[in-house]
């Protein structure tokens, strides 16, 4: 069974930092884009930054210069580093990735999610 845990996030004061991280776990092949949404109460969920196999990277222009999505491959690992964090940046924030696994005779290729974990930015 395929499973994504994040962890890191919580409360922090405006103008502070967090690191997200998610790794990925079980029958793995291999992993492709990763990335990083959002959902902030009463709004649509929104992606905040994605990264290729090859390192390649997106941001929503809201976070570009304040984010930083990296990724290690060795440890099916995907991080965002959060700076100068915002109110507006307050939201559940889950983790995305396009994985193929391995199961009985065939691989078999999906879009997973994490559980999401709660970034409040707050004075």
């Known amino acids: 069974q395929l499973q994504l845990e994040e962890s890191g996030g919580g409360l922090v004061q405006p103008g502070g930092s967090l690191t997200l991280s998610c790794s990925a776990s079980g029958s793995i092949f291999s992993i492709y884009t990763m990335g990083w949404y959002r959902q902030a109460p009463g709004k649509q969920r929104e992606s905040v930054a994605t990264?290729?196999?090859?390192?390649?990277?997106n941001y929503a222009d809201s976070v570009k210069g304040r984010f930083t999505i990296s990724r290690d491959n060795t440890k099916n690992t995907v991080y965002l580093q959060m700076n100068s964090l915002r109110p507006e940046d307050t939201a559940v924030y889950y983790c995305?990735?396009?994985?193929?696994?391995?199961?009985?005779?065939?691989?078999?290729?999906?879009?997973?999610w994490g559980q999401g974990t709660q970034v409040t930015v707050s004075s």
């Open positions: 990264i290729t196999r090859g390192g390649s990277t």
């Open positions: 995305n990735a396009d994985i193929t696994i391995i199961t009985t005779g065939h691989l078999s290729s999906g879009d997973y």
